[in-house]
């Protein structure tokens, strides 16, 4: 599903964002990314989608070997996943409903599947009555919600969020995570990046924690921080 091996990521200003990171992520599973500002946490994410170019070493993602990938196959790794992103990145002049059906519009999906496809995410995130309403007529938590129908709509396997709730308050915050729960459940792996203690903590889910670009803890079942 996901594998890093030996990858760092240098950059022109002498800083070390990576170092020699590796791990592998299975079929299912929910890992959360966690550690401070400056950690690389990002840079990881990043790294995933190819929007960050690994100085050395070799990432797999959905049988795409993605440090190899030149510009033309791109798009194509990007739509074998979904998506989440802390600032939502919804279209502001499209509805929910199309927000979401962009999505498979942009996978040249059939018409009748979109009409299909589209009620179905915004049921599972319960915005079946919001479809005609305007990002800006929504609240924060709506709008992710939103976000997460969109990345989910196309049904892929793998589901990545980077701070998808650093723009939330704490219950608003659970919500979300706790869709996202229900999504792995229902077979999509989820890769999470993330400061917020409180959810890592709740949810105790496998923790990966980067500390100066190293990997320095990765636990199951883990917490925000060791409790010794």
Do not use: W
């Not at 800083?15 to 592998?24: G, Q, S, V």
């Not at 946490?41 to 989608?49: E, G, P, R």
């Not at 609240?139 to 589901?159: D, K």
């Amino acid at each position: 599903m996901i594998e890093f091996k030996n990858v760092s990521k240098h950059y022109e200003n002498g800083t070390i964002a990576l170092r020699d990171a590796t791990f592998k992520v299975e079929k299912g599973e929910f890992v959360f990314i966690i550690g401070p500002s400056g950690s690389g946490k990002s840079t990881l994410v990043k790294a995933m989608m190819k929007e960050e170019n690994a100085t050395n070493g070799d990432i797999y993602v959905n049988d795409y070997k993605v440090t190899d990938l030149d510009r033309r196959q791109i798009p194509y790794l990007r739509r074998s996943f979904g998506v989440v992103f802390q600032d939502f990145r919804l279209l502001p002049n499209k509805t929910v409903y199309d927000n979401v059906a962009f999505a498979m519009q942009i996978v040249e999906a059939m018409p009748k599947e979109i009409r299909r496809q589209v009620p179905m995410a915004l049921a599972l995130v319960d915005l079946s009555k919001k479809a005609k309403a305007y990002p800006h007529q929504l609240s924060g938590g709506e709008q992710q919600r939103v976000a997460m129908a969109r990345a989910i709509v196309n049904s892929p396997c793998l589901l990545i969020a980077d701070e998808p709730t650093g723009n939330l308050d704490p219950d608003t915050s659970l919500e979300i995570m706790k869709l996202l729960d229900e999504i792995n459940q229902r077979g999509t792996t989820v890769v999470v990046a993330t400061h917020e203690k409180h959810i890592v903590d709740s949810m105790k889910k496998r923790v990966i924690e980067l500390e100066k670009g190293v990997i320095i803890r990765d636990q199951k079942k883990g917490f925000y921080k060791n409790e010794a």
